[in-house]
């Protein structure tokens, strides 16, 4: 008999209360940020997570083949969604993610990752059951929540970059689905931008069907390529440099207004049309915490970042981009740093 074909479906979001879903699976391992423990938002038995690396995350894989729990719970943000998923999938239990902010696309995605020498490795994919508490997503930092929007923003450069890969017949080629999909999503982000910003409920609630679409388009295609590209490859080389990001959608926000002015000073037609003042525009909107002084990059830091970032996308076979091809040399570096700085301080 051959090994059975385990169909993954996108993830499964509904609204409830946190309460709601402590009493639902009160027999849980459950999987929480510092933060949601100290907030009392977990059970007393809660486990921290604080590393995607293999090693600890393996442990914890191994530690919980150990319990009789049936499902794995995870309460927090991006790494502890990541962790619960990557527990869930090595030990076969459902997944059920309450985010307590919108700040990335990890709980509406099926794929599964973790971290060998800070980069970045994809291991499978599961179904999670997401659950969105309102009440609890409001009480986040206002930046937590917009921050999301950015891994909308991302799909300008992301699909300048698969277009010109595919201009190169490298990889997979444009699905013009796809490409009309994130322009709509943009589109529908641009008109919810004021209660994004503001983080209010209906803002939450858009912001959440967006990434959803979103998660469930990465599932149906199989890949991210519509909308992840040189500007994830710039937060994660940044991570990978300098260690865990305290603000990972604010960085995919600069990076995409980075990536966006070195694809427009490259010029090349390949890539389509692509104007840095779009991303600079629809993030100013959202209020996504994107301006280097928020982040706390100065102008040396952003320079050596983003001559790792070229390294890192050639050396660790990331994706055709524009980093493949452009000369990223003091002037296109000087000119990706001064769009950068035209995203304002949100408030």
């Known amino acids: 008999m051959g090994v059975p074909t385990v169909v993954v479906d996108a993830a499964t979001v509904q609204e409830a209360s946190l309460a709601e879903v402590l009493a639902e699976h009160a027999g849980a391992s459950c999987y929480t940020s510092a933060a949601a423990k100290a907030e009392g938002l977990a059970p007393a038995g809660a486990t921290v997570t604080d590393s995607l690396e293999a090693i600890a995350v393996d442990a914890l894989v191994e530690a919980e083949r150990h319990r009789d729990s049936t499902t794995v719970l995870g309460i927090g943000g991006g790494l502890t969604v990541d962790t619960a998923k990557y527990v869930g999938l090595r030990t076969g239990k459902e997944v059920v993610v309450v985010p307590t902010a919108l700040s990335c696309l990890a709980p509406f995605t099926t794929e599964v990752a973790r971290r060998v020498r800070r980069q970045i490795s ?61 322009e709509d999503l943009r589109r529908r982000l641009d008109d919810a931008s004021g209660e994004v910003r503001a983080a209010s409920p209906e803002g939450l609630r858009a912001l959440a069907g967006l990434l959803t679409e979103a998660g469930a388009s990465i599932t149906d295609a199989g890949h991210r390529r519509h909308l992840d590209g040189s500007e994830h490859t710039f937060a994660q080389a940044f991570e990978h440099r300098l260690g865990r990001l305290n603000a990972y959608g604010g960085m995919v926000g600069m990076g995409t207004v980075a990536m966006t002015a070195l694809q427009a000073w490259f010029g090349l037609s390949a890539g389509g049309p692509v104007d840095p003042q779009d991303a600079v525009d629809l993030l100013t909107r959202c209020g996504v915490g994107a301006n280097p002084h928020q982040l706390g990059v100065d102008e040396g830091t952003f320079r050596g970042v983003l001559r790792h970032t070229v390294r890192f996308a050639v050396g660790e076979f990331l994706p055709y981009s524009v980093l493949n091809e452009a000369d990223v040399n003091f002037s296109a570096a000087e000119e990706m740093w001064r769009w950068c700085w035209r995203v304002p301080a949100s408030t």
Request: hydrophobic residues 55%; without cysteine.
């Open 122 to 182: 994809w291991v499978g994919d599961i179904s999670p059951r997401v659950v969105l508490d309102l009440a609890l997503l409001g009480r986040a930092p206002v930046a937590h929540n917009r921050a999301g929007a950015a891994e909308l923003v991302s799909s300008l450069s992301a699909m300048w970059d698969w277009r010109l890969a595919d201009a190169r017949d490298t990889g997979l080629p444009v699905v013009a689905r796809l490409a009309n999909l994130v």
